[in-house]
């Protein structure tokens, strides 16, 4: 039997504000998830903004922690399945370029006093 009490019907229409709201955040971080796997996964995009989409996400994962919308140890699993990815992605990536260019560009000299 439900209570009847003046607190208990607040705390219950509270509660079903925290859902609503928990139920958005949750599915923005999942939304973040799948874009960050799709990019990671996709051999034509840019090597920036494959890290850009799996940080975004490991935002929204450590936001949603920090709130209580996801468990600690669940945002944790998922964000090392992420970082994995991403390892997995920067080992196949071919090394940055060496030749003549990238020599050319001397480093800036110390300021003379």
Known sequence: ???RTASA???ARAGARRAVRNRARRSEVKTL???ARKALSDGSAET????ATAVEAVRALDR???KGVLHANNAARRKGRL???LAKVAATAPPPAKGKKAAATPAPAPKKK
């Open 33 to 35: 998830i799948v874009k």
């Open 9 to 11: 019907k607040k705390q």
């Open 48 to 51: 920036t903004e494959r890290v």
């Open 1 to 3: 039997m439900a209570k």
């Open 83 to 85: 970082a994995r990815q």
């Open 64 to 66: 949603a922690a920090a």
